[in-house]
Protein backbone atom coordinates (compact mmCIF):
# COMPACT_ATOMS: atom_id res chain seq x y z
CA UNK A 1 0.00 0.00 0.00
CA UNK A 2 3.07 2.16 -0.35
CA UNK A 3 0.80 3.84 -3.50
CA UNK A 4 -1.38 5.29 -0.86
CA UNK A 5 1.13 7.44 0.67
CA UNK A 6 1.90 8.65 -2.55
CA UNK A 7 -1.89 9.27 -3.70
CA UNK A 8 -2.24 11.42 0.04
CA UNK A 9 1.02 13.55 -1.06
CA UNK A 10 -0.57 14.01 -4.19
CA UNK A 11 -3.83 15.47 -3.31
CA UNK A 12 -2.33 17.40 -0.64
CA UNK A 13 0.03 18.72 -2.67
CA UNK A 14 -3.02 19.82 -5.12
CA UNK A 15 -4.83 21.41 -1.90
CA UNK A 16 -1.96 23.21 -1.31
CA UNK A 17 -2.11 25.02 -4.57
CA UNK A 18 -6.09 25.42 -4.15
CA UNK A 19 -5.84 27.03 -0.44
CA UNK A 20 -2.95 29.46 -2.39
CA UNK A 21 -5.12 30.23 -5.07
CA UNK A 22 -8.05 31.33 -2.74
CA UNK A 23 -5.94 33.47 -1.01
CA UNK A 24 -4.36 35.56 -3.96
CA UNK A 25 -7.68 37.94 -4.82
CA UNK A 26 -8.19 39.49 -1.97
CA UNK A 27 -11.69 40.98 -3.10
CA UNK A 28 -12.39 37.33 -3.68
CA UNK A 29 -12.06 36.21 -0.98
CA UNK A 30 -14.22 37.92 1.27
CA UNK A 31 -16.55 35.67 -0.11
CA UNK A 32 -15.31 32.42 1.12
CA UNK A 33 -15.53 32.98 4.45
CA UNK A 34 -18.54 31.71 6.55
CA UNK A 35 -19.20 31.11 9.91
CA UNK A 36 -19.34 27.64 11.32
CA UNK A 37 -22.59 26.28 12.85
CA UNK A 38 -22.98 25.70 16.28
CA UNK A 39 -22.31 21.94 16.32
CA UNK A 40 -18.85 22.58 14.08
CA UNK A 41 -17.46 25.27 16.21
CA UNK A 42 -13.98 24.38 18.12
CA UNK A 43 -15.04 25.88 21.80
CA UNK A 44 -11.88 27.90 22.52
CA UNK A 45 -13.32 29.99 19.77
CA UNK A 46 -15.84 32.42 20.45
CA UNK A 47 -16.21 32.04 16.48
CA UNK A 48 -14.78 29.82 14.32
CA UNK A 49 -14.45 30.37 10.61
CA UNK A 50 -14.56 27.84 7.38
CA UNK A 51 -13.62 28.81 4.31
CA UNK A 52 -14.38 27.44 0.80
CA UNK A 53 -10.69 27.19 0.58
CA UNK A 54 -11.33 24.20 3.72
CA UNK A 55 -14.17 22.37 2.00
CA UNK A 56 -13.11 22.53 -1.68
CA UNK A 57 -9.42 21.23 -0.45
CA UNK A 58 -11.28 18.21 2.29
CA UNK A 59 -13.59 17.27 -1.02
CA UNK A 60 -10.92 17.06 -3.48
CA UNK A 61 -8.73 14.78 -1.03
CA UNK A 62 -11.73 12.39 -0.77
CA UNK A 63 -12.50 12.42 -4.60
CA UNK A 64 -8.65 11.92 -5.75
CA UNK A 65 -8.06 9.49 -2.95
CA UNK A 66 -11.60 7.76 -3.31
CA UNK A 67 -10.96 7.57 -7.11
CA UNK A 68 -7.92 5.59 -7.13
CA UNK A 69 -8.81 3.23 -4.11
CA UNK A 70 -12.09 2.74 -4.97
CA UNK A 71 -13.96 2.69 -0.97
CA UNK A 72 -11.80 4.02 1.02
CA UNK A 73 -13.84 7.04 0.79
CA UNK A 74 -16.07 5.67 3.27
CA UNK A 75 -13.92 6.08 5.84
CA UNK A 76 -12.30 9.86 5.08
CA UNK A 77 -13.27 11.60 7.55
CA UNK A 78 -12.95 15.43 8.02
CA UNK A 79 -13.37 18.62 10.26
CA UNK A 80 -15.63 20.58 7.90
CA UNK A 81 -18.83 19.99 6.60
CA UNK A 82 -19.47 20.43 2.88
CA UNK A 83 -22.48 23.09 3.22
CA UNK A 84 -21.83 26.33 2.29
CA UNK A 85 -23.92 29.35 1.99
CA UNK A 86 -23.30 31.82 -0.85
CA UNK A 87 -24.69 35.88 -0.29
CA UNK A 88 -28.18 35.14 -1.66
CA UNK A 89 -28.63 32.47 1.44
CA UNK A 90 -28.26 29.81 -0.84
CA UNK A 91 -27.38 26.25 0.82
CA UNK A 92 -24.69 24.14 -1.07
CA UNK A 93 -23.06 21.04 -1.31
CA UNK A 94 -19.96 21.72 -2.33
CA UNK A 95 -17.97 18.64 -4.19
CA UNK A 96 -15.64 17.54 -6.97
CA UNK A 97 -17.53 16.70 -9.86
CA UNK A 98 -16.63 14.25 -12.97
CA UNK A 99 -15.95 17.39 -15.47
CA UNK A 100 -14.19 20.63 -14.69
CA UNK A 101 -16.94 22.29 -15.75
CA UNK A 102 -19.23 21.15 -13.89
CA UNK A 103 -17.22 22.02 -10.55
CA UNK A 104 -16.61 25.14 -11.93
CA UNK A 105 -20.47 25.77 -12.49
CA UNK A 106 -20.96 24.46 -8.74
CA UNK A 107 -18.29 26.93 -7.26
CA UNK A 108 -19.85 29.95 -9.19
CA UNK A 109 -22.86 29.49 -6.97
CA UNK A 110 -20.80 29.41 -4.08
CA UNK A 111 -19.21 32.67 -5.17
CA UNK A 112 -22.67 34.75 -6.12
CA UNK A 113 -21.66 33.95 -9.72
CA UNK A 114 -18.43 35.00 -10.18
CA UNK A 115 -17.80 32.25 -13.03
CA UNK A 116 -13.76 33.79 -13.33
CA UNK A 117 -13.16 32.96 -10.00
CA UNK A 118 -15.18 29.63 -10.07
CA UNK A 119 -12.95 28.72 -12.96
CA UNK A 120 -9.50 29.08 -11.55
CA UNK A 121 -10.50 26.77 -8.43
CA UNK A 122 -12.16 24.28 -10.58
CA UNK A 123 -8.65 24.21 -12.47
CA UNK A 124 -6.75 23.90 -9.90
CA UNK A 125 -9.35 20.94 -8.53
CA UNK A 126 -8.91 19.06 -11.74
CA UNK A 127 -5.42 19.75 -11.95
CA UNK A 128 -2.83 16.78 -12.55
CA UNK A 129 0.03 16.89 -9.75
CA UNK A 130 3.07 15.25 -10.47
CA UNK A 131 5.50 14.19 -7.72
CA UNK A 132 8.59 12.68 -7.14
CA UNK A 133 8.88 8.78 -6.40
CA UNK A 134 9.02 9.18 -3.06
CA UNK A 135 11.19 5.93 -2.23
CA UNK A 136 9.24 3.69 0.81
CA UNK A 137 9.59 0.57 -0.12
CA UNK A 138 7.07 -1.73 -0.16
CA UNK A 139 4.47 -1.94 2.15
CA UNK A 140 1.62 -4.07 2.88
CA UNK A 141 -1.10 -2.72 4.24
CA UNK A 142 -4.53 -4.06 4.07
CA UNK A 143 -6.73 -1.75 2.78
CA UNK A 144 -9.81 -1.82 4.45
CA UNK A 145 -7.95 -1.84 7.86
CA UNK A 146 -7.45 2.03 6.71
CA UNK A 147 -9.31 4.99 7.81
CA UNK A 148 -8.48 8.63 6.78
CA UNK A 149 -8.49 11.90 9.57
CA UNK A 150 -8.47 15.08 7.38
CA UNK A 151 -8.04 18.79 8.74
CA UNK A 152 -7.84 20.66 5.06
CA UNK A 153 -7.00 23.81 6.63
CA UNK A 154 -5.29 23.85 9.94
CA UNK A 155 -4.90 26.99 11.94
CA UNK A 156 -7.80 28.92 9.30
CA UNK A 157 -7.60 31.90 12.02
CA UNK A 158 -4.40 33.02 10.48
CA UNK A 159 -5.46 31.51 6.86
CA UNK A 160 -8.10 34.16 6.96
CA UNK A 161 -5.88 36.85 8.46
CA UNK A 162 -3.03 36.18 5.65
CA UNK A 163 -0.50 37.90 7.64
CA UNK A 164 2.74 37.12 4.93
CA UNK A 165 5.68 39.23 6.84
CA UNK A 166 5.83 37.24 9.95
CA UNK A 167 9.12 36.93 11.60
CA UNK A 168 10.81 33.47 13.11
CA UNK A 169 12.33 33.23 16.45
CA UNK A 170 15.00 30.06 16.23
CA UNK A 171 12.91 29.24 12.98
CA UNK A 172 9.33 28.92 14.69
CA UNK A 173 7.04 31.49 13.53
CA UNK A 174 4.33 32.43 16.49
CA UNK A 175 1.72 33.75 13.60
CA UNK A 176 1.54 34.74 9.99
CA UNK A 177 0.56 32.23 6.82
CA UNK A 178 3.45 30.19 7.82
CA UNK A 179 1.50 28.89 10.51
CA UNK A 180 -1.34 27.13 8.29
CA UNK A 181 -1.29 23.50 7.61
CA UNK A 182 -2.76 20.63 5.76
CA UNK A 183 -2.93 17.89 7.59
CA UNK A 184 -3.82 14.05 6.14
CA UNK A 185 -3.31 11.26 8.86
CA UNK A 186 -4.30 7.24 8.03
CA UNK A 187 -5.06 5.01 11.30
CA UNK A 188 -5.65 1.36 11.62
CA UNK A 189 -9.86 1.35 12.16
CA UNK A 190 -9.47 -1.39 14.54
CA UNK A 191 -7.16 -0.34 17.07
CA UNK A 192 -7.16 3.31 15.99
CA UNK A 193 -3.19 3.76 15.88
CA UNK A 194 -1.72 6.17 13.53
CA UNK A 195 -0.04 4.44 9.99
CA UNK A 196 0.81 7.26 7.63
CA UNK A 197 0.38 10.89 7.54
CA UNK A 198 1.49 14.09 5.11
CA UNK A 199 1.74 17.52 6.61
CA UNK A 200 1.87 20.23 3.68
CA UNK A 201 2.87 23.67 4.80
CA UNK A 202 1.32 25.71 1.55
CA UNK A 203 3.02 28.69 2.55
CA UNK A 204 6.15 27.87 3.80
CA UNK A 205 8.37 30.18 1.60
CA UNK A 206 7.39 33.96 -0.40
CA UNK A 207 9.06 34.82 -3.03
CA UNK A 208 10.26 38.11 -1.98
CA UNK A 209 10.33 39.74 -6.07
CA UNK A 210 7.11 37.85 -7.11
CA UNK A 211 5.43 38.38 -3.93
CA UNK A 212 4.09 34.28 -4.71
CA UNK A 213 4.29 31.18 -2.10
CA UNK A 214 5.61 28.06 -2.14
CA UNK A 215 5.00 25.07 0.04
CA UNK A 216 6.62 21.87 1.56
CA UNK A 217 5.42 18.57 2.20
CA UNK A 218 6.70 15.87 4.86
CA UNK A 219 5.42 12.35 4.82
CA UNK A 220 5.81 9.53 7.47
CA UNK A 221 4.57 5.96 7.72
CA UNK A 222 5.11 3.45 10.69
CA UNK A 223 3.49 0.43 10.46
CA UNK A 224 4.74 -3.03 12.22
CA UNK A 225 8.64 -2.85 11.83
CA UNK A 226 8.70 -0.42 9.11
CA UNK A 227 9.67 3.37 9.84
CA UNK A 228 9.93 5.21 6.68
CA UNK A 229 9.95 8.91 6.78
CA UNK A 230 10.69 11.96 4.41
CA UNK A 231 13.26 13.29 6.85
CA UNK A 232 15.37 10.28 6.33
CA UNK A 233 15.55 7.20 4.08
CA UNK A 234 13.67 4.07 3.87
CA UNK A 235 13.98 2.18 7.35
CA UNK A 236 13.18 -1.34 8.20
CA UNK A 237 13.34 -3.95 11.49
CA UNK A 238 14.55 -0.99 13.21
CA UNK A 239 14.49 0.33 16.79
CA UNK A 240 13.83 4.23 15.57
CA UNK A 241 14.27 5.69 19.09
CA UNK A 242 18.03 5.20 18.98
CA UNK A 243 18.31 6.93 15.18
CA UNK A 244 21.09 9.43 15.63
CA UNK A 245 19.23 12.06 13.63
CA UNK A 246 16.59 12.37 16.32
CA UNK A 247 16.58 15.37 18.23
CA UNK A 248 19.12 14.54 21.05
CA UNK A 249 17.62 14.29 24.77
CA UNK A 250 18.58 15.27 28.03
CA UNK A 251 18.83 12.42 30.67
CA UNK A 252 15.84 11.76 32.80
CA UNK A 253 15.19 15.22 34.82
CA UNK A 254 15.89 14.05 38.67
CA UNK A 255 14.83 14.61 42.11
CA UNK A 256 16.10 17.37 43.62
CA UNK A 257 16.96 20.67 44.48
CA UNK A 258 16.44 23.86 42.01
CA UNK A 259 19.40 23.42 41.03
CA UNK A 260 18.67 19.98 39.48
CA UNK A 261 15.84 21.38 37.54
CA UNK A 262 17.80 24.03 35.93
CA UNK A 263 20.54 21.71 35.00
CA UNK A 264 18.17 19.82 32.81
CA UNK A 265 16.59 21.83 29.84
CA UNK A 266 14.63 20.61 27.12
CA UNK A 267 12.69 23.22 24.82
CA UNK A 268 8.88 23.27 23.82
CA UNK A 269 6.25 25.00 22.15
CA UNK A 270 2.73 26.11 23.31
CA UNK A 271 -0.46 27.43 22.73
CA UNK A 272 -0.51 31.29 23.87
CA UNK A 273 -4.05 29.56 25.18
CA UNK A 274 -2.21 27.32 27.46
CA UNK A 275 -2.87 27.42 30.93
CA UNK A 276 -0.98 29.68 33.62
CA UNK A 277 -0.10 27.05 36.04
CA UNK A 278 1.58 24.96 32.77
CA UNK A 279 2.85 27.66 31.18
CA UNK A 280 4.98 29.09 34.42
CA UNK A 281 6.12 25.34 35.02
CA UNK A 282 7.52 24.46 31.70
CA UNK A 283 8.62 28.09 31.71
CA UNK A 284 11.30 26.76 34.43
CA UNK A 285 12.06 23.36 33.32
CA UNK A 286 12.94 24.96 29.81
CA UNK A 287 14.16 28.56 30.98
CA UNK A 288 14.47 30.61 27.37
CA UNK A 289 13.37 27.37 25.56
CA UNK A 290 9.78 28.42 25.39
CA UNK A 291 8.21 28.89 21.93
CA UNK A 292 4.07 29.99 21.42
CA UNK A 293 2.41 29.37 18.05
CA UNK A 294 -0.79 29.22 16.27
CA UNK A 295 -2.07 26.18 14.66
CA UNK A 296 -1.88 22.65 16.30
CA UNK A 297 -0.18 21.08 13.08
CA UNK A 298 2.16 24.06 12.94
CA UNK A 299 3.00 23.08 16.35
CA UNK A 300 3.77 19.60 15.67
CA UNK A 301 5.84 20.09 12.87
CA UNK A 302 8.15 22.27 15.11
CA UNK A 303 8.37 19.19 16.50
CA UNK A 304 8.99 16.82 13.49
CA UNK A 305 11.76 18.83 12.48
CA UNK A 306 13.55 19.51 15.94
CA UNK A 307 13.10 22.76 16.15
CA UNK A 308 11.43 22.03 19.70
CA UNK A 309 11.51 18.77 22.13
CA UNK A 310 8.33 19.07 22.68
CA UNK A 311 4.61 20.22 22.27
CA UNK A 312 2.58 20.61 25.10
CA UNK A 313 -1.07 21.15 25.43
CA UNK A 314 -3.12 20.70 28.62
CA UNK A 315 -6.56 21.39 27.10
CA UNK A 316 -9.23 19.32 25.33
CA UNK A 317 -9.68 21.86 22.43
CA UNK A 318 -7.61 19.69 19.90
CA UNK A 319 -9.12 16.98 18.03
CA UNK A 320 -8.54 13.86 15.66
CA UNK A 321 -8.00 15.20 12.73
CA UNK A 322 -5.18 17.52 13.97
CA UNK A 323 -2.53 15.06 15.18
CA UNK A 324 -3.27 11.71 13.38
CA UNK A 325 -1.12 12.99 10.61
CA UNK A 326 1.77 14.98 12.66
CA UNK A 327 1.40 11.54 15.13
CA UNK A 328 2.32 9.04 12.23
CA UNK A 329 5.06 11.01 11.05
CA UNK A 330 6.42 11.57 14.95
CA UNK A 331 6.40 7.37 15.28
CA UNK A 332 7.88 6.90 12.22
CA UNK A 333 11.01 9.46 13.92
CA UNK A 334 10.92 6.87 17.21
CA UNK A 335 8.41 9.60 19.02
CA UNK A 336 4.74 9.73 19.02
CA UNK A 337 1.67 11.61 20.74
CA UNK A 338 0.36 11.11 24.50
CA UNK A 339 -2.62 11.42 25.89
CA UNK A 340 -1.22 13.81 28.50
CA UNK A 341 -3.89 13.38 31.28
CA UNK A 342 -4.07 9.62 30.63
CA UNK A 343 -0.29 9.64 31.35
CA UNK A 344 -0.31 11.39 34.86
CA UNK A 345 -2.81 9.36 35.55
CA UNK A 346 -1.10 5.88 35.30
CA UNK A 347 1.93 7.73 36.89
CA UNK A 348 0.13 8.45 39.66
CA UNK A 349 -1.08 5.20 40.11
CA UNK A 350 2.68 4.05 40.09
CA UNK A 351 3.25 3.00 36.38
CA UNK A 352 6.18 4.69 35.59
CA UNK A 353 6.61 3.24 31.76
CA UNK A 354 3.70 2.31 30.45
CA UNK A 355 2.69 6.03 28.06
CA UNK A 356 -0.63 6.47 26.57
CA UNK A 357 -0.57 7.20 22.87
CA UNK A 358 -3.85 8.70 21.20
CA UNK A 359 -6.08 6.82 19.18
CA UNK A 360 -7.86 7.42 16.29
CA UNK A 361 -11.51 5.35 16.23
CA UNK A 362 -13.37 5.99 19.02
CA UNK A 363 -15.45 8.84 20.18
CA UNK A 364 -15.99 10.26 23.23
CA UNK A 365 -19.06 9.08 25.09
CA UNK A 366 -22.03 11.45 25.62
CA UNK A 367 -20.48 13.99 23.36
CA UNK A 368 -21.83 15.72 20.49
CA UNK A 369 -20.83 17.39 17.71
CA UNK A 370 -17.26 18.40 16.87
CA UNK A 371 -16.54 17.29 20.45
CA UNK A 372 -17.02 13.69 19.62
CA UNK A 373 -14.00 13.62 18.22
CA UNK A 374 -11.89 15.87 20.88
CA UNK A 375 -8.77 14.90 22.85
CA UNK A 376 -9.89 15.55 26.05
CA UNK A 377 -6.39 14.34 27.88
CA UNK A 378 -4.81 17.51 26.03
CA UNK A 379 -1.74 15.88 24.55
CA UNK A 380 2.45 15.60 24.51
CA UNK A 381 3.73 15.97 21.10
CA UNK A 382 7.68 14.34 21.24
CA UNK A 383 10.28 13.17 19.07
CA UNK A 384 12.30 11.31 22.30
CA UNK A 385 10.76 9.33 25.02
CA UNK A 386 13.27 11.14 27.29
CA UNK A 387 11.27 14.50 26.88
CA UNK A 388 8.04 13.01 27.81
CA UNK A 389 9.42 11.48 30.65
CA UNK A 390 10.65 14.90 31.03
CA UNK A 391 7.26 16.87 30.69
CA UNK A 392 5.34 13.83 32.71
CA UNK A 393 8.24 14.19 35.70
CA UNK A 394 7.67 18.18 35.98
CA UNK A 395 4.19 18.23 35.37
CA UNK A 396 2.80 15.45 37.53
CA UNK A 397 4.95 16.79 40.76
CA UNK A 398 7.71 13.82 40.83
CA UNK A 399 10.24 16.13 40.35
CA UNK A 400 11.63 17.23 44.25
CA UNK A 401 7.35 16.36 44.94
CA UNK A 402 6.28 17.94 47.22
CA UNK A 403 8.66 21.50 45.96
CA UNK A 404 8.56 25.07 46.14
CA UNK A 405 10.95 25.74 43.27
CA UNK A 406 11.80 29.26 43.86
CA UNK A 407 13.29 30.85 40.48
CA UNK A 408 12.72 34.85 39.23
CA UNK A 409 11.27 35.54 42.34
CA UNK A 410 8.61 33.00 41.61
CA UNK A 411 6.77 30.41 43.79
CA UNK A 412 6.20 27.25 42.73
CA UNK A 413 3.95 25.37 44.95
CA UNK A 414 2.93 21.38 44.35
CA UNK A 415 1.00 19.89 45.85
CA UNK A 416 -0.27 15.99 45.91
CA UNK A 417 -4.03 16.27 47.46
CA UNK A 418 -6.36 13.21 48.19
CA UNK A 419 -8.05 13.32 44.61
CA UNK A 420 -5.35 12.02 42.87
CA UNK A 421 -5.15 15.30 41.25
CA UNK A 422 -1.74 17.44 41.26
CA UNK A 423 -2.50 21.38 42.23
CA UNK A 424 -0.25 23.94 40.82
CA UNK A 425 -0.07 27.31 42.74
CA UNK A 426 2.11 30.06 41.33
CA UNK A 427 2.66 34.01 43.09
CA UNK A 428 4.96 36.38 43.29
CA UNK A 429 6.58 36.38 46.20
CA UNK A 430 8.65 38.63 48.58
CA UNK A 431 8.44 37.02 52.06
CA UNK A 432 7.13 33.83 54.14
CA UNK A 433 4.29 35.50 54.61
CA UNK A 434 2.78 35.91 51.25
CA UNK A 435 3.26 32.71 50.83
CA UNK A 436 1.91 31.09 53.64
CA UNK A 437 -1.35 32.99 52.49
CA UNK A 438 -0.88 31.76 48.77
CA UNK A 439 -1.13 28.38 50.16
CA UNK A 440 -4.22 28.99 52.71
CA UNK A 441 -5.87 30.29 49.46
CA UNK A 442 -5.71 27.44 47.70
CA UNK A 443 -6.57 25.45 50.79
CA UNK A 444 -9.93 27.55 50.81
CA UNK A 445 -10.38 26.78 47.63
CA UNK A 446 -10.00 23.01 47.89
CA UNK A 447 -12.68 23.24 50.71
CA UNK A 448 -15.30 25.29 48.50
CA UNK A 449 -15.72 22.81 45.62
CA UNK A 450 -17.35 20.18 47.92
CA UNK A 451 -15.56 17.09 46.76
CA UNK A 452 -16.01 14.00 48.55
CA UNK A 453 -12.59 14.26 49.96
CA UNK A 454 -12.53 17.93 50.27
CA UNK A 455 -12.66 17.53 54.45
CA UNK A 456 -10.21 15.34 54.75
CA UNK A 457 -7.65 17.38 52.62
CA UNK A 458 -8.95 20.50 54.79
CA UNK A 459 -8.03 18.52 57.97
CA UNK A 460 -4.32 18.26 56.81
CA UNK A 461 -1.72 20.41 58.21
CA UNK A 462 1.11 22.40 56.32
CA UNK A 463 3.98 23.17 58.14
CA UNK A 464 6.76 25.50 56.62
CA UNK A 465 10.23 25.48 57.79
CA UNK A 466 12.15 28.55 57.96
CA UNK A 467 14.40 30.09 55.22
CA UNK A 468 17.74 28.54 54.29
CA UNK A 469 20.45 31.09 53.19
CA UNK A 470 20.18 30.71 49.97
CA UNK A 471 16.56 31.65 49.88
CA UNK A 472 15.01 28.10 48.86
CA UNK A 473 12.39 27.22 50.75
CA UNK A 474 11.89 23.70 52.12
CA UNK A 475 7.84 22.46 52.59
CA UNK A 476 6.70 19.77 54.66
CA UNK A 477 3.69 18.58 55.00
CA UNK A 478 1.47 14.95 56.29
CA UNK A 479 -0.70 14.82 52.94
Same mark, same amino acid.
Given at each position: ???????????????????????????????????????? +? #?? +???????????????????????????????????????????????????????????????????????????????????? #???????????????????????????????????? $????????????????????????????????????????????????????????????????????????????????????????????? $?????????? $???????????????????????????????????????????????????????????????????????????????????????????????????????????????????????????????????????????????????????? $?????????????????????????????????????????????????????????????
Amino acid at each position: MSDVIAALVHASEKAAKIARACRLEKSLFGLLIEEKKEGE +K #NK +KFVTDFKTLADVLVQEVIKHDVGKQFPGIENNIFGEESNEFMNGLGEKINVKVCETEQETAKLLSKVLDGNMEAAEVLARTAHQ #NIVIPDLDTGRIDIPQDRLGVWVDPIDSTFQYIKGI $SDSKPNNNIYSHGLQCVTILIGVYDLHSGTPIMGVLNQPFAVQDPETQRWSGQYYWGISYGTTNVCSLRPHSKNRDVSSESNSVPAPHHLKKG $SATDLEEERF $SAVLSTGETVCVKTLLKGACGGNIHYASGAGYKSLCVVLGFVDVYVFSEDTTFKWDCCSPHAILKSLGGGMADLKECLRRRQDGNLEDCSELVYNAPVQDAKGADRWANKGGLVAYRSHKHLDAVLNLLSGQINSPAIVAQNRRLVVILNVP $SNKTIFSICKIKSLIKAWRAMTELLFCQKTKKSKKGSMFWQSLLTLCPWNKSLSPQLSHPL
